[in-house]
């Protein structure tokens, strides 16, 4: 499976970056395929708005089977799910339920067997690799289970690599990653090599990388998985502050105090949505507060 998003795009020639302008809090409005796109021409415009406001994401029966040394794994077996913009969205479900495969196909990462994906009302899952990459550069943030930095680079380096790529100037870069690895703790590290640091300091590390050209559309699978509770306070912090700005959050997490932050929690069981509601019937009747998560303890 290719691991490659943000720094380690694999599209980055020399030409200039074709788009100059960051940030760009949202996605790109492409109702119409691209001709050059590997999209089916057949491709419906987009299927609009749901009940509650604007689709970001749209997925219907995606289907995806892992086969390896001769056995089949389906790890995905008709998915339908849509988000709207600026809801934050935890993605709950035991382990092999299929949370990251489809993270992964999301972020075009992977690609289904079966079913469409629609990102802002565009049919995205026959996307080109090199289109993906551009899409993620300028729309998509991606948090991986494994943080997947370049080990060798700094952490400074890490974090604004991708903004360079998108056209950032130097100094924009190095003011976003400053402000994003105060925001987590980390801003001792800058100058750390990534492969020096803790599991936890690379969590955070690739969450600032995913989030410094200010993506419409957050994907993070477990971005908390390996944090104590303060570096979790401050990842939810960060979240939180994301979340107010409008921006949409598709977050994988074992953690229910995590998914409580959340507006909806989709549970995943065997490949299929087994359950999707709204967050509202928290202990004392209602939704979690990012308050109250901070009073947590442990
Ligand atoms: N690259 C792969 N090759 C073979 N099987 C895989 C691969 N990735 C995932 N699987 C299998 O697909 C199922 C779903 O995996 P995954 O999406 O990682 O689940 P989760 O993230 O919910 O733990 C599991 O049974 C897993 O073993
Ligand atoms: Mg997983």
């Known amino acids: 499976m290719s691991s490659t998003a943000g720094a380690s795009d694999p599209v980055r020639g020399p030409e200039r970056p074709r788009f100059p302008r960051i940030p760009r809090p949202r996605l790109p409005r492409a109702r119409t395929p691209r001709p050059e796109s590997s ?21 219907r029966g995606l289907v995806r089977t892992h086969r ?12 339908d799910l849509d988000v ?13 339920a299929g949370k ?29 690799e090199a289109r993906w990459a551009l899409l993620r550069r300028r729309s998509v943030g991606i948090v991986f289970q494994f943080s997947n930095l370049v080990s060798t680079m700094t952490v400074a380096d890490n974090v604004e690599l991708p903004a ?5 100037s130097a100094r924009q870069a190095r003011t976003r990653r400053e402000e994003l690895l105060g925001e987590l703790g980390l801003a001792d590290k800058a100058r750390a090599v990534a492969a020096g640091l803790s599991g936890g300091e690379q969590q955070r590390v690739a969450l600032a990388r995913a989030l410094v050209n200010e993506p419409g559309l957050l994907l993070a699978d477990e ?3 390996s944090l104590d509770s303060r570096s979790t306070r401050d990842v939810l912090r960060l ?16 953690d229910a105090r995590v998914a409580a932050t959340a507006e909806r929690v989709v549970s995943l069981f065997d490949g299929r949505v087994a359950d999707d509601a709204a967050v509202e019937s928290a202990p004392r009747g209602r939704r979690t507060t990012l308050a109250d998560v901070l009073e947590l303890k442990g």
């Open 164 to 168: 360079l790529l998108a056209g950032a």
């Open 84 to 96: 709207d913009r600026g809801e934050f969205v935890a993605v709950m479900g035991p382990s092999g």
């Open 100 to 128: 990251s495969t489809l993270l992964h196909l999301l972020g075009g990462l992977d690609r289904p067997d079966g079913g469409q994906i629609w990102l802002e009302g565009r049919r995205v899952d026959g996307l080109s």
């Open 223 to 225: 971005p908390t998985g």
């Open 68 to 79: 390896s040394e001769g056995s089949a794994v389906r790890a995905l077996d008709g998915v």
């Open 39 to 59: 999209a089916p021409s057949a491709t419906p415009a987009t299927p609009g708005a749901g009940p509650h406001g604007e689709a970001v994401l749209r997925v």
């Open 239 to 254: 979240l939180t502050r994301f979340h107010e700005q409008g921006r949409t959050i598709v977050l994988v997490t074992h």
